[in-house]
């Protein structure tokens, strides 16, 4: 046993000792330095990674900016290609348009041609209202040259003569320019122009020329074309010609007469009266310059406006001929609104007006009535007689019921009316024919009116009378339009307002209506769009600061500029320079007649060179006061005045500074 635990303990000396010697032969510090070396290794690929990533994003940044920069180049050379390029593109479609033109007319042409060769083109003539007359075929050239019967005085066929317009206009009656007849109210000039006009469409020979305005040539025009001697040879020629007798002091005198009888038609349009006094005032002053024609048409048309676009219009201070066109424009479209309301309230009150006089007839008792008249109701349109006075609990004999006058009749005159009723039937006396004469016009309503109020019976007491049926019924109608439309601000009812749009009737439209209790006045007001133009005289303040500099150059050229801006001017100081003349740049002294102005000098001498090359500058103030016109209307946010507008300032508060600070 001892020997076999001493053999263990040598194996487990031997195993501890071959361990040690294991343990001594590796190097951990080694291992830790290749960890350490790999970590590192693994840190530079991850940065080499994040850089080449950057870099990447960098060059892709760069890449857009150069994508942006490339299409704004593109954009420019577009735009600088539409701008130095575009007529030309133009010219050269133009070109091509008219060499297509060229290459179409061309063609027909050769077509022309070899109908021509063909011996099928036939002479066209043309006559007065652009029809064609076609002669017969011509016979065909024989072999030498020769017609087939040996003539030679055969007139040739000319190529202009077979020349057929393609698209003309004065052929087949389709011209849409009106032939001339010598009307001394149309204008030669102007319709030569528009002749001359259609000849630029296509390109003709003198000759075809003349045949056309042969065509259009009418009356008296065409009577003188063909008394020309010699005949004219070209178109202008014969255009001179007519120009002389129909351009004349007759016609001119004429075309005055027209001019100063053109005038405005009521319901006639601002755009066809303007058409028609530009065509009387161009043929009165034909020959005379544009400027001249303009102002005489602006003079004229603001003359011979209706009396209410005249006003309107020369309120507004037009300066030219197509500012007071537009203001005419837009204050007949006002009128024609306006108008509108006015004709579609009276329909409404016609109305009310026919209804209630239809109730109050059907209503009246008709004292007049004889015994079996025939009456028709007013709804259901069916006769019936007056039976009053018929009993038809009796027989013809005892109808009139002369014996039953009941105590208990409200009615005082009913009593004993059988007897006077039979009496007056049957025995017309005298007597009473001439009661008829006294006293018939008093119960009987006059024929030109449509109501009596004569004195008759105390009737009972109704459920409505008419009158108040129509008091209920007006005020219901503009109860539901104030509504339906409220107002958005309160409406102006100054003292120079206009008449009412319309009242009730000075006569009554109740015939023969008593009044059951007292009647109560009352007081109605009627409102309507208010466009009346408010005008008040104002004073106008300004003061200016100009200024001026000057200097000379070195090679002797001289320089001056002047600058001018507006200076504020408080409300006081506007009151104090309209009462005592006295303004921040002085005392305010009466100019021509029409403002009140400082007279500051702004004169600055030349210095000498060299000491005039630096810029010599100099500041000055003047004020002025003038009267003008504040108008406004409304609705208007603001004001209006002939110098400037002032949109911000209002109407009611008697002064405002207007934006450019006067």
């Known amino acids: 046993?001892?020997?076999?635990?001493?053999?263990?303990?040598?194996?487990?000396?031997?195993?501890?000792?071959?361990?040690?010697?294991?343990?001594?032969?590796?190097?951990?510090?080694?291992?830790?330095?290749?960890?350490?070396?790999?970590?590192?290794?693994?840190?530079?690929?991850?940065?080499?990674?994040?850089?080449?990533?950057?870099?990447?994003?960098?060059?892709?940044?760069?890449?857009?900016?150069?994508?942006?920069?490339?299409?704004?180049?593109?954009?420019?050379?577009?735009?600088?290609?539409?701008?130095?390029?575009?007529?030309?593109?133009?010219?050269?479609?133009?070109?091509?348009?008219?060499?297509?033109?060229?290459?179409?007319?061309?063609?027909?042409?050769?077509?022309?041609?070899?109908?021509?060769?063909?011996?099928?083109?036939?002479?066209?003539?043309?006559?007065?209202?652009?029809?064609?007359?076609?002669?017969?075929?011509?016979?065909?050239?024989?072999?030498?040259?020769?017609?087939?019967?040996?003539?030679?005085?055969?007139?040739?066929?000319?190529?202009?003569?077979?020349?057929?317009?393609?698209?003309?206009?004065?052929?087949?009656?389709?011209?849409?320019?009106?032939?001339?007849?010598?009307?001394?109210?149309?204008?030669?000039?102007?319709?030569?122009?528009?002749?001359?006009?259609?000849?630029?469409?296509?390109?003709?020979?003198?000759?075809?020329?003349?045949?056309?305005?042969?065509?259009?040539?009418?009356?008296?025009?065409?009577?003188?074309?063909?008394?020309?001697?010699?005949?004219?040879?070209?178109?202008?020629?014969?255009?001179?010609?007519?120009?002389?007798?129909?351009?004349?002091?007759?016609?001119?005198?004429?075309?005055?007469?027209?001019?100063?009888?053109?005038?405005?038609?009521?319901?006639?349009?601002?755009?066809?009266?303007?058409?028609?006094?530009?065509?009387?005032?161009?043929?009165?002053?034909?020959?005379?310059?544009?400027?001249?024609?303009?102002?005489?048409?602006?003079?004229?048309?603001?003359?011979?406006?209706?009396?209410?676009?005249?006003?309107?219009?020369?309120?507004?201070?037009?300066?030219?001929?197509?500012?007071?066109?537009?203001?005419?424009?837009?204050?007949?479209?006002?009128?024609?609104?306006?108008?509108?309301?006015?004709?579609?309230?009276?329909?409404?009150?016609?109305?009310?007006?026919?209804?209630?006089?239809?109730?109050?007839?059907?209503?009246?008792?008709?004292?007049?009535?004889?015994?079996?008249?025939?009456?028709?109701?007013?709804?259901?349109?069916?006769?019936?007689?007056?039976?009053?006075?018929?009993?038809?609990?009796y027989g013809d004999e005892q109808r009139w019921n002369r014996d039953r006058n009941p105590r208990d009749n409200r009615y005082f005159s009913n009593r004993g009316r059988g007897q006077r009723e039979e009496r007056t039937r049957r025995t017309p006396t005298p007597y009473g024919r001439e009661n008829e004469q006294n006293y018939g016009a008093e119960r009987r309503p006059s024929p030109g009116r449509r109501v009596n109020f004569g004195g008759g019976r105390i009737g009972a007491a109704r459920i409505a009378s008419p009158l108040f049926l129509a008091l209920i019924v007006v005020l219901s109608l503009f109860g539901q339009n104030s509504a339906t439309n409220p107002m958005a601000s309160p409406m102006i009812c100054p003292p120079d307002s206009p008449s009412s749009l319309w009242s009730i009737p000075a006569d009554p439209i109740c015939p023969t209506w008593s009044p059951t209790e007292i009647p109560v006045p009352m007081r109605l007001s009627v409102f309507r769009l208010n466009t009346i133009q408010y005008k008040t005289m104002a004073t106008a303040c300004k003061c200016v600061l100009t200024k001026i500099s000057r200097r000379i150059g070195f090679f002797g050229g001289r320089y001056e500029e002047v600058t001018t801006s507006p200076l504020e001017v408080p409300t006081a100081m506007c009151l104090k320079m309209k009462e005592s003349c006295e303004s921040p740049a002085g005392k305010l002294v009466q100019t021509n007649g029409i403002f009140k102005a400082t007279e500051n000098s702004l004169e600055v001498g030349w210095r000498n060179w060299p000491a005039a090359m630096f810029w010599q500058t100099k500041e000055v103030s003047n004020c002025y006061t003038y009267e003008t016109v504040v108008f406004t209307r409304h609705g208007m946010a603001g004001l209006n005045t002939p110098v400037n507008d002032c949109p911000a300032c209002s109407y009611q508060s008697g002064s405002c500074r207007c934006p450019q600070l006067s």
Not at 71 to 83: A, P, S
Not at 155 to 162: L, S, W
Not at 294 to 320: D, I, N, W
């Open 1 to 393: 046993m001892r020997s076999f635990e001493q053999a263990v303990c040598r194996q487990f000396r031997q195993i501890d000792t071959q361990f040690v010697q294991f343990l001594s032969q590796i190097h951990i510090p080694n291992m830790s330095e290749r960890v350490r070396a790999l970590e590192s290794s693994i840190k530079e690929l991850e940065n080499t990674t994040e850089l080449d990533t950057f870099q990447a994003k960098e060059q892709m940044i760069e890449a857009e900016q150069e994508i942006g920069r490339a299409n704004l180049r593109m954009e420019y050379y577009e735009k600088l290609t539409k701008v130095r390029f575009g007529k030309v593109i133009e010219k050269m479609k133009e070109k091509v348009k008219k060499i297509t033109e060229n290459l179409d007319t061309l063609q027909s042409r050769v077509q022309i041609l070899e109908f021509e060769m063909d011996g099928e083109i036939q002479r066209t003539e043309w006559i007065d209202d652009g029809h064609s007359v076609e002669h017969d075929q011509l016979p065909p050239h024989s072999a030498n040259g020769k017609e087939p019967n040996g003539g030679e005085g055969r007139n040739e066929m000319h190529v202009d003569d077979c020349e057929i317009m393609i698209m003309d206009p004065f052929l087949g009656g389709i011209t849409p320019l009106e032939g001339y007849d010598g009307n001394p109210g149309i204008s030669f000039s102007r319709w030569v122009a528009r002749f001359e006009d259609m000849l630029a469409l296509s390109q003709y020979t003198e000759t075809q020329k003349l045949s056309r305005l042969r065509i259009l040539l009418k009356g008296q025009a065409r009577a003188e074309f063909e008394a020309m001697e010699p005949p004219a040879d070209t178109l202008a020629a014969a255009l001179n010609h007519l120009k002389r007798k129909f351009e004349n002091e007759n016609t001119r005198s004429i075309a005055r007469q027209a001019m100063a009888s053109c005038k405005q038609a009521p319901g006639e349009r601002v755009y066809e009266f303007a058409n028609r006094l530009s065509d009387a005032v161009r043929t009165a002053l034909a020959g005379e310059s544009e400027e001249i024609i303009r102002k005489r048409m602006f003079e004229e048309f603001l003359e011979k406006l209706t009396p209410e676009l005249q006003f309107e219009v020369k309120a507004g201070r037009p300066t030219s001929y197509s500012n007071a066109y537009e203001i005419a424009q837009h204050f007949e479209l006002l009128l024609a609104t306006k108008r509108h309301n006015q004709v579609s309230i009276a329909d409404s009150v016609a109305e009310l007006s026919h209804k209630v006089e239809a109730l109050a007839v059907h209503r009246q008792p008709m004292p007049n009535r004889g015994v079996g008249d025939k009456h028709s109701c007013f709804y259901c349109k069916r006769n019936y007689g007056d039976e009053r006075f018929n009993n038809r609990n």
